[in-house]
């Protein structure tokens, strides 16, 4: 899974270019085929989710069994003695100040990713292979369009900064210090693994280069640290690249308000400017007696806040409550919606999580089976979110003991992810070795 190991494509036929509208971009100089690798960009550094170390490598990233510690912090995790070696300038950053603060330690991973980041900076000031169109120094930062609230969590950001990596870095002034946080929090990508279950952070500059679309013609996934951009549509001479900075399940008002808030413009695609896949997503139960159009939109505004309310409870509540605000919500939605409105999804979601946890593999699989054909209908084709919830079912199925069930929807799961991965990606074989198995 190391980076040197993916394959290139061949060079020359992309450009960075002045798009209209929306600043930097970059678009095709030659046709690119379904599935086909547009570019790949290591990254310009990466932080391991904590609550993946000992599964996955600190350095590369890969997903193995038997990784070796490190001996001073006992905390940080190793496929061998070269990844060790290669992580050592950022690991050494916190290695001393996990021993020191114990438990204490708790930086948030945008302030790891930025201490990594200005350590790099320091040590290799010099344009790096991660940055062949867009250096990480030309980011946008959009900090006269930071509210207040927005600045405070900044400064927070740098007071932990300060406190927790001041014994090994030297920091710029203050001022430096937001626009650089605001670099991050506009540019950072989040790794994924193939169930979309979170690994990390990092930032790929080139990468950054795209602008959003809700009709993505590529789509970004990773191998190890190394992301990989392949095409999910024929894409001709000329066409601008667009990948999706967002999920894109929910309506076009949702969608905007969500790259208003995170990235600070509306989008202008076709399928924002026409709707037209809205009322499918917002779809209303069939009643004799339907529902009134106020009634519709108060009980949108109340999924809306009942998502915000989950995704808080997540930080406090026992999984068996949080259960029970999906099955409340459900039950109070599903008066109003259909089982395919997206509000009902994402809770359905939300409840299917939990199970995976409480490990309740029936309940599990009873939500993932309602939750996957409106998957299929509201995303994109090549979709990551269908592709996860066609291997989440087909490793329920397994399971549970029905082979059937179980391969049919792995075999969906490794049709997507063909064009997304690439076929020679290592998830992909993974898949491949549970049919054998089974």
């Not at 405070?152 to 090994?168: P, R, T, V």
Request: charged share 30%; glycine share 6%; net charge negative.
């Amino acid at each position: 899974m190391r980076a040197e190991a993916a394959p290139q494509p061949p060079p020359g036929g992309l450009e960075p270019f002045a798009s209209a509208g929306r600043g930097r971009g970059l678009r095709a100089r030659r046709r690119y085929a379904l599935g086909e690798l547009l570019f790949s960009c290591p990254a310009y550094t990466a932080v391991l989710t904590v609550s993946e170390r000992g599964g996955h490598c600190d350095g590369c990233f890969a997903r193995k069994e038997g990784l070796s510690k490190c001996g001073r912090c006992k905390q940080a995790f190793y496929c061998n003695v070269e990844c060790q070696k290669e992580d050592w300038p950022m690991h050494k950053l916190e290695c001393s100040a996990m021993c020191a603060f114990g438990q204490s330690w708790n930086p948030s991973e945008t302030v790891r990713l930025t201490a990594r980041i200005l350590a790099k900076q320091k040590a290799h000031p010099e344009r790096t292979e991660s940055e062949k169109w867009l250096a990480v120094k030309e980011f946008e930062s959009h900090l006269d369009k930071l509210d207040n609230e927005k600045r405070e969590l900044i400064q927070n950001d740098i007071a932990a900064l300060h406190h927790f990596y001041s014994k090994h870095m030297e920091f710029p002034d203050n001022a430096v210090l937001v626009v650089l946080f605001a670099q991050v929090n506009c540019n950072g990508f989040t790794i994924e693994d193939e169930e979309l279950s979170h690994l990390g952070s990092a930032i790929f500059p080139d990468v950054a280069l795209m602008n959003h679309s809700c009709c993505p013609n590529v789509i970004v996934t990773y191998r190890g640290t190394l992301a990989e951009v392949r095409a999910v549509k024929e894409i001709e001479p000329g066409e601008e690249i667009f990948t999706s900075y967002i999920d894109l399940l929910y309506p076009t008002e949702d969608r905007n308000d969500r790259l208003r808030d995170s990235y600070f413009f509306n989008c202008d695609c076709r399928e924002c400017i026409t709707k037209e896949k809205d009322k499918e997503k917002l779809e209303i139960r069939k009643l004799n007696d339907p529902p009134s159009a106020e009634a519709v939109w108060d009980m949108i505004k109340y999924a809306r806040n009942v998502i915000e309310e989950f995704r808080r409870a997540k930080h406090y509540k026992s999984p068996t409550e949080l259960l029970e605000i999906c099955e409340l919500s459900l039950d109070k939605m599903g008066a109003v919606f259909e089982d395919s409105n997206v509000y009902m999804l994402h809770m359905m979601y939300q409840a299917m999580g939990v199970c995976l946890y409480m490990q309740d593999w029936e309940g599990a699989l009873r939500y993932g089976q309602k939750i996957i054909r409106p998957y299929s209908k509201h995303y994109p084709s090549y979709s990551l979110n269908v592709a996860s919830m066609w291997l989440k079912l087909g490793r329920l199925y397994m399971a549970l003991e029905n082979r059937t069930a179980g391969v049919k929807a792995l075999k969906r799961a490794i049709a997507i992810m063909e064009v997304a991965h690439g076929k020679d990606h290592p998830y992909i074989s993974e898949i491949k070795q549970e049919l054998e198995d089974h």
